[in-house]
Structures are given as structure tokens and as C-alpha cells.
């Protein structure tokens, strides 16, 4: 991926979808077709998603998309929610995700790699993450926790395939909707 061509392939998907809404249902289907199983081994920077369910939260999205950031004192895993962000936001964040880490990103897909095979981005860690996206995408709401032993069918998301991830607005929240999810975003800069 050259960068930009995310802009195109999240233009082409959103225009071949016939809008934002049929764009979003549709990359659910294709999230589960294409997305690549995985046992257990999360990996910085990537995209995940997976089914989730606990009783400890009254509210919550029970099929996050998330960039993975690390795991916490307690080992759950810590990852940056997309769905807790209004769409265009959304994409606009990821887009500059995707400029900053453009050597790795671009190069792994030039390669053409299966996805468990690409490479990492060591360094999208909180620590480096919040200082340069924190304050512009409000990304600490969007920061969500999640215990191993209550996730459900972990799926990887490749490179090639955020735009996919990005484009999707799907409602799978408990007590709650993403657009509610998504207005507290605002409330919270």
C-alpha cells in the first residue's frame, strides 16, 4: 500500500456500497471472510476484532475493532476501540496512523505477507501513541480494556483490509448503542 491508497480503497468501498451505511454492513460480512483466526498471540499495532462479553460492565461494544496497544499490569489486553469514534474522525485518524508507520506498512504490503506475518509496530504503544494522536482524536475514550479468557473467535485484520475495519459502524453494543457510544466522544475532548 502506497499511502493514500487507503483514502481510495475507503472512497471506492464506501461509493461500490452505495454510502456509509450499506458500506459499513457489508464490511462486517467481508471482516469475517477475510479476517484471519488467531490463537491467543496479539501483536502491537495490528487490527483485531473479536466477540466479547462480560458482566462486569453495564455498557459496552460486544464487537470491538480494535488497534491493539499492549496488555496491562493485570494482562488484559489494552486496545484503541474504533468503534468508541465517530467515523470521520475515524478515518482520519487512521489515516495519520497509517502516514506515520507508512515504511512498515507499505513495505509488508508491497511483500504481499499473510497477515500473521507482518510486521508489528513496536512502538504503537500508549506511551508513544497518546502524546501524538491523544489530544487531536481524544483517543483515551476510546481506550478499552478486555480480559483474554471472554474473548470469543479473535479475528487479524491485515493491512491491506483497515479500511475495512475503519468503515465498519455496526451496533453490537450491550446497555447501550454505538451511536450513543459515539456522541460521548464529543462530550469527552
Not at 83 to 98: A, F, M, Q, S, T
Not at 121 to 150: C, H, M, S
Amino acid at each position: 500500500m502506497i499511502v493514500g491508497d487507503f483514502d481510495v480503497d475507503i472512497n471506492e468501498f464506501i461509493k461500490s456500497n452505495n454510502g456509509k451505511l450499506s458500506a459499513s454492513k457489508k464490511s462486517q460480512s467481508e471482516i469475517e471472510r477475510i479476517g484471519i483466526n488467531i490463537t491467543g498471540k496479539f501483536e502491537t499495532g495490528k487490527m483485531y476484532t473479536f466477540r466479547y462479553f462480560t458482566p462486569d460492565e453495564l455498557k459496552y461494544d460486544t464487537y470491538p475493532i480494535i488497534l491493539f496497544l499492549g496488555f496491562n499490569e493485570a494482562m488484559n489486553l489494552v486496545g484503541l476501540n474504533l468503534h468508541y469514534i465517530p467515523l470521520d474522525p475515524r478515518i482520519e485518524l487512521v489515516k495519520e496512523i497509517i502516514k506515520s508507520y507508512s515504511p512498515i506498512i507499505s513495505n509488508e504490503m508491497k511483500n504481499l505477507k499473510d497477515p500473521k506475518s507482518q510486521k508489528r509496530l513496536d512502538t504503537f504503544i500508549w506511551e508513544k501513541v497518546n502524546p501524538v494522536y491523544g489530544r487531536k482524536y481524544n483517543i483515551k475514550y476510546a481506550i478499552r480494556q478486555y480480559r483474554l479468557a471472554r474473548m470469543k473467535k479473535p479475528l487479524l485484520i491485515g493491512y491491506e483490509n483497515w479500511y475495512l475495519g475503519v468503515v465498519n459502524n455496526q451496533n453490537y453494543f450491550f446497555g447501550t448503542n454505538i451511536n450513543e457510544a459515539q456522541s460521548l466522544y464529543y462530550t469527552n475532548i
